[in-house]
């Protein structure tokens, strides 16, 4: 059943990646297609101007030479509408060719919400990866440990002796160093698509600007441009505030990894006295280097914001005042905090 549930979580963001890869090479092959089409429209466009320009041009002299003339020359019925027929079918042009960059600019966009799904499936993927091996690392721990309570049980009974204080447990560096390893990863993505959506957001701006200053104006492609930009800046500042969280949290488990040498003497306290710390939390603080009471008393308002991040635990220390029963606990058993 557990290499069921693990097959089945490997192959969920496998699967997604898998679609979002498909979406993403038909918006590509999509947006070829319109671009051919917009690079005829464009080829059209510049065949009708030339011909209008020398319409109006053999109109000018026919008019000139009229003026000069006793008696004016009129006007071939037959040219002034070709005339008329060639500004129709230019306008329409015209029209044709922003629909299908207004439809372009969509596929550009609906491309990069791809990219930008694929890159945090990805992340998820890793995730999930680093799950999975702490989990049959504990898996296998516990093997050992039921493995060597069995030998115990059948080994013959022996004289009690006094139980000796247990070794001081060493900080999961390896853990720690994982956990930051995958933080960085993360961080790395995400400024690479901070990358992106800033160019995205500055391209609409540029767009914006330019259909202003538009003659004649262009109301529904402005309005498109202007709901596009919001959306940019909207997932931009999103991004901006992931960014931020993650930096938060790299710096905070840098701090506790610099600081492991320091306390490599000192013994670890008992976590769960904590009201609100149960076994799972204590393991997960072990986990990320917190061993002491001490250490959860001098959090500052970074390290405590960072640690309900990569616990979810939310606002749980705080609520229950994590911090003021550490120093508590410590000064009754190791005397006064500064």
Do not use: C
Not at 216 to 221: H, I, S, T
Not at 237 to 248: K, P
Not at 249 to 277: C, Y
């Amino acid at each position: 059943m557990s290499s069921l549930l693990w097959l089945l979580l490997y192959l969920a963001p496998l699967l997604g990646l898998t679609a979002a890869l498909f979406a993403w090479f038909g918006w590509q092959w999509r947006g070829s297609d319109m671009q051919k089409r917009i690079d005829e429209l464009t080829a059209q466009i510049d065949a009708a101007q030339s011909a209008l320009r020398q319409a109006e041009t053999e109109h000018a002299t026919t008019r000139a030479a009229s003026t000069t003339s006793e008696a004016p020359a009129p006007i071939d019925p037959a040219a002034a509408v070709e005339l008329q027929r060639l500004r129709d079918d230019l306008k329409s042009a015209q029209s044709e060719a922003r629909l299908r960059q207004d439809e372009a600019l969509k596929s550009g966009e609906a491309a990069l919400a791809l990219e930008t799904e694929m890159a945090r499936l990805l992340a998820d993927l890793e995730h999930l990866r680093a799950a999975h091996t702490s989990a049959q690392a504990e898996l296998d721990s516990l093997r050992s440990a039921a493995a060597a309570a069995d030998e115990t049980a059948e080994a013959p009974a022996k004289p009690k002796r006094k139980r000796s204080t247990p070794a001081k447990s060493k900080v999961p560096t390896a853990t720690l160093r994982e956990k930051i390893t995958e933080l960085e990863s993360q961080l790395n993505t995400h400024q690479a698509g901070l990358a992106t959506l800033t160019q995205e957001r500055d391209d609409w701006q540029r767009r914006i600007t330019k259909l202003e200053e538009q003659t004649p104006a262009d109301p529904a492609g402005l309005g498109l441009a202007h709901r596009s930009f919001a959306d940019s800046e909207k997932r931009l500042v999103a991004a901006t505030s992931e960014i931020e969280r993650l930096q938060n949290q790299t710096r905070v488990l840098l701090r506790v990894e610099e600081s492991t040498a320091a306390r490599a003497n000192v013994p670890d306290d008992d976590l769960t006295q904590i009201k609100g710390i149960k076994k799972i939390i204590s393991e997960q603080l072990h986990a990320h280097g917190i061993r002491t009471w001490r250490q959860i008393a001098l959090w500052d308002e970074d390290e405590q914001r960072a640690f309900s991040e990569l616990l979810a635990f939310k606002n749980r220390a705080a609520r229950e005042q994590w911090q003021q029963q550490a120093r508590a606990l410590h000064e009754a058993a190791h005397g006064p905090l500064p």
